[in-house]
């Protein structure tokens, strides 16, 4: 819940000394950066262009992929700050990615959302929000809640957006 709200991440109680010290130091590094990243992972071409445009703005860096294995290879490689993930891959289904990427390195905490045409049923919704993740289902509103979710988890302020991309 605490990611979904915007959390750069949650921990459980309780916490060694060293941990709290890394968490500090996590968060500080966060804040001092001025560019933040985020990774697309899409398989229809077309769809991620659209969405690498729509996300890309200054300070803002924006990397397509698309299959499972390029966005692990891509999370091995890169820090992201937040990910936007298709359920329709080619390789492996986008809730055993999502799988991957909670259990697997450095992503752990990775905020994720999941902007898919599939529908849902209540029971997958209700498992990806479990894992942290946010759900938008592509429909003629959902550019504009993919920017407010995105903004969240970039821990970006929606006044320094341009005009065409601030919630109207």
Not at 35 to 40: A, E, N
Not at 84 to 107: A, W
Request: charged fraction near 35%; proline fraction near 3%.
């Amino acid at each position: 819940r605490s990611l979904r709200l915007g959390a750069i991440a949650s921990w459980s109680k309780p916490l060694s000394e060293e941990r709290i010290a890394e968490v500090f130091a996590g968060i500080e590094e966060f804040a001092a950066r001025r560019d933040r990243s985020i990774l697309v992972v899409e398989d229809d071409e077309h769809e991620r262009l659209g969405i690498t445009e729509l996300l890309a703005d200054e300070g803002v860096h924006v990397v397509g992929v698309g299959s499972g294995r390029e966005a692990l290879d891509a999370l091995k490689e890169t820090r992201f700050d937040c990910a936007v993930l298709d359920l329709g891959l080619p390789d492996v289904s986008g809730i055993d990615l999502i799988d991957r990427i909670r259990s697997e390195g450095k992503s752990t905490t990775l905020p994720i959302v999941v902007y898919t045409g599939r529908g849902l049923t209540r029971r997958e919704e209700q498992g990806l929000r479990r894992m942290g993740g946010s759900v938008i289902v592509k429909d003629a509103g959902s550019p504009d809640r993919l920017v407010q979710e995105t903004t969240l988890f970039l821990h970006r302020n929606e006044t320094s957006l341009p005009e065409r991309k601030r919630r109207m």
